[in-house]
């Protein structure tokens, strides 16, 4: 599986746009590009996934750069219970594991 | 809202017991996962299964051993505790239809050996 590289840490103020960066250089043309979250004490949740094209749901948006070498993921307006640790991960197609890096420890300002 | 359950949520027990931590889903998913957390650190996947009488080792060698008889069913055992063990345990599972489906957690089991 192909490595994504995130910064360490991140910090946001309640109700202000959160753009968490994702570097995945070496994407191959079958990757997904999965982000997960891991709240304190409790297991990762799923938050978005996209292959190309930019990707919104109901809990954040997913920006892909063209070259797809790099990926952002936005949480448009972030409060306290958006703090915890966020992972971006490479899957392929049919690809059957998960492999966690060590994310990005977001936390949010009241 | 995901429907997968681990049990205990909380084990502490003591050196040369042996163990069984639970994990059942309700979703029908023939994937089903093991990763070990250590605190503030990464998650590692331990053990997987694609179905029933299907195991595989994962990324990170465990002394752990599972087992799956049944879909819904997937635990993992530790024959002979040692404080070396002492982790966060955690379970997951995917549908096998579909190619880029998401990955359900459940809360994890934390566990310390004394």
């Known amino acids: 599986d192909a490595k994504t590289t995130q910064p360490n840490s991140m910090e946001s103020n309640e109700e202000e746009p959160v753009h968490l960066p994702c570097n995945h250089s070496?994407?191959?043309?079958?990757?997904?590009i999965h982000w997960y979250r891991q709240l304190p004490s409790q297991g990762p949740e799923y938050v978005i996934h996209?292959?190309?094209s930019n990707v919104n749901n109901r809990m954040a948006s997913l920006a892909i750069a063209e070259d797809r070498k790099s990926s952002t993921l936005i949480l448009h307006r972030a409060t306290l219970r958006d703090a915890a640790v966020y992972y971006c991960i490479l899957r392929s197609e049919y690809g059957n594991k998960l492999v966690f890096g060590a994310g990005t420890i977001l936390r949010v300002k009241s | 809202e995901a429907d997968i359950y681990q049990t205990p949520r909380y084990l502490v027990i003591g050196t040369g017991k042996k163990i069984t931590l639970e994990c059942s889903q309700t979703m029908g998913h023939d994937k089903m996962y093991w990763y070990q957390q250590d605190p503030g650190m990464e998650l590692h996947l331990i053990h997987y299964?694609?179905?029933?009488?299907?195991?595989e080792k994962g990324d990170l060698s465990s002394e752990s051993t599972v087992s799956r008889i049944r879909t819904e069913h997937f635990p993992l055992t530790l024959e002979s505790a040692r404080p070396s063990h002492t982790s966060q345990y955690l379970c997951?599972?995917?549908?096998?239809?579909?190619?880029?489906?998401?990955?359900?957690f459940g809360p994890g089991t934390r566990l310390t050996v004394l």
């Open positions: 299964s694609y179905g029933v009488n299907s195991t």
């Open positions: 996209g292959l190309t």
């Open positions: 997951a599972s995917r549908p096998d239809r579909g190619k880029d489906n998401e990955q359900f």
């Open positions: 070496t994407i191959s043309g079958t990757d997904y």
